[in-house]
């Protein structure tokens, strides 16, 4: 009998993933099989580029909030999916139970039920999985001086990626508001990823006359097997949890800057991020950017930080080619090419051809820009696939996502030209009612004008789609 025929009878994924103190160890179990690998692991945050950048020490507290960050993202990437030794993509093996077992210094703090709770809420909701904690006590950092030469008032930070959304929202941020102090926080895999990212925010501070300082975070996990565990590298690809990573990351610094807002621009249709077929799971359709997780992270960063603190989406009711428009009279319109949003972009190698053209990133980029009437400058030589002559793309497979967004477009208009447009998208998509009531609560008049912004992002979005189909040959 194969492995596949069985399956149907293993439990989902249950693992117990437990840090040394010195946090440089972690063992992974996997408690279904009895299975069981020990890493040395050096991935950590490093404190020298918040402390360079802003002359500060960071306080227990928000040490221990990194280090749990931290934590999650590599429980996450460590803890496969799907059971170990079986070849299945079965939608049932989706969630996971993780076991978290952490050491923290300010352990009073992170014991107390409603903390502990948020936490929890805000990880099962990124992830889908279900979360259990265990805390232990270590002792606090060595404290220096902290030496603050000026306190900083006015002051902007936001979260940077070097992809066609920041680049649009930021440049039009900071061409309608001056600030003393802009921040902008990238995070870096790999150098090719640093260099787009420094490239534009030394052309942002160049083209719009602003002082930007670029403070990159780099998230690196090099790690290697104990002797005795397992010599098998298992790796999750989803890794569903780099939203909080990059938010936890962007809010402790805004917060060391003096500013209690964290912002980034995400279009509307990216932030919802609708399933695009039925049966859609996984990275596509990822919550790092939904209302829903913004609202509840910020409610546990309101309380880690002790004062009210918010991450903003600057572009939440806005589609992708609004954000573009902006653009059009901007000093930098013809920098649009030096940002990337493929989904395999910085890990591409094809000469010259800094995105694919087929991912869903791609379509919605070369969408964007075509609605915006940018086109002329979305050169097609810098796409693997040109999507506007399909007959070149001789492997149909590859246009499996440009279908499902097809399937997604059609699927939409068909609900907005029922009489009751929103009762229809929302049995179609039951997750916009859920971000409803998450968002608005109980009022009605603040439930009844989220629905109208909804109903006019996507009506706006299928528009442009249309003049994007428009020009296909």
């Not at 221990?64 to 093996?93: C, M, Q, W």
């Amino acid at each position: 009998m194969s492995a596949d025929s069985t399956v149907g009878d293993l439990k989902n994924p249950k693992y117990d993933i437990i840090f040394s103190k010195e946090f440089h160890c972690v063992q992974v179990k996997h408690l279904n099989s009895g299975i069981q690998r020990q890493f040395v692991q050096k991935f950590h945050f490093d404190n020298r580029n918040y402390e360079r950048a802003l002359f500060k020490n960071l306080p227990d507290r928000f040490i221990d909030l990194l280090e749990i960050a931290n934590s999650v993202f590599l429980a996450d990437r460590l803890s496969l999916r799907k059971p170990i030794g079986f070849k299945t993509n079965n939608y049932r093996y989706w969630k996971r139970e993780l076991i978290l077992n952490l050491y923290l210094r300010d352990i009073t703090f992170w014991q107390n039920p409603n903390v502990i709770e948020k936490l929890k809420q805000v990880l099962d909701y990124l992830t889908e999985d279900h979360w259990i904690i265990n805390l232990n006590s270590k002792p606090s950092s060595s404290k220096q001086l902290n030496f603050d030469f000026y306190h900083l008032k006015n002051t902007f930070t936001a979260l940077f990626s070097g992809g066609l959304d920041s680049f649009a929202g930021i440049t039009s941020h900071l061409s309608e508001n001056k600030y003393e102090h802009v921040y902008l926080l990238s995070v870096v895999t790999n150098k090719r990823m640093k260099g787009v990212q420094k490239s534009l925010t030394d052309t942002f501070a160049k083209k719009l006359n602003t002082k930007i300082f670029y403070v990159p975070i780099f998230l690196n996990l090099n790690q290697r097997s104990l002797p005795g565990s397992v010599p098998e590298h298992f790796e999750e690809k989803t890794q569903r949890s780099r939203g909080f990573l990059f938010t936890v990351y962007g809010s402790v610094f805004s917060m060391l800057a003096g500013s209690n807002i964290l912002g980034l621009f995400e279009n509307g249709i990216g932030a919802i991020n609708l399933p695009m077929v039925n049966f859609q799971i996984g990275t596509d359709n990822t919550r790092s950017v939904n209302p829903i997780f913004l609202i509840e992270i910020s409610k546990l960063l309101s309380e880690v930080f002790d004062t009210s603190f918010e991450i903003k989406n600057f572009a939440q009711w806005l589609t992708k080619a609004e954000l573009c428009k902006k653009l059009k009279n901007s000093p930098l319109r013809e920098d649009v090419n030096k940002t990337v949003s493929c989904d395999g972009s910085f890990s591409r190698r094809v000469r010259r051809k800094t995105q694919c053209g087929i991912c869903t990133s791609c379509l919605l980029r070369r969408q964007a820009l075509a609605a915006a009437e940018l086109n002329d400058i979305d050169l097609n030589d810098n796409y693997q696939f040109d999507i506007y002559r399909l007959s070149t793309i001789r492997e149909r497979k590859r246009l499996s996502q440009f279908k499902a967004m097809q399937y997604q477009i059609s699927k939409i208009k068909s609900c907005l030209d029922r009489k009751n447009a929103w009762f229809e998208l929302a049995k179609s998509f039951p997750n916009l009612e859920e971000m409803k009531l998450r968002v608005c609560g109980s009022s009605k008049n603040e439930q009844i004008l989220f629905q109208e912004k909804v109903l006019n992002l996507y009506s706006k979005y299928l528009n442009e789609w249309n003049k994007f189909k428009s020009l296909f040959h």
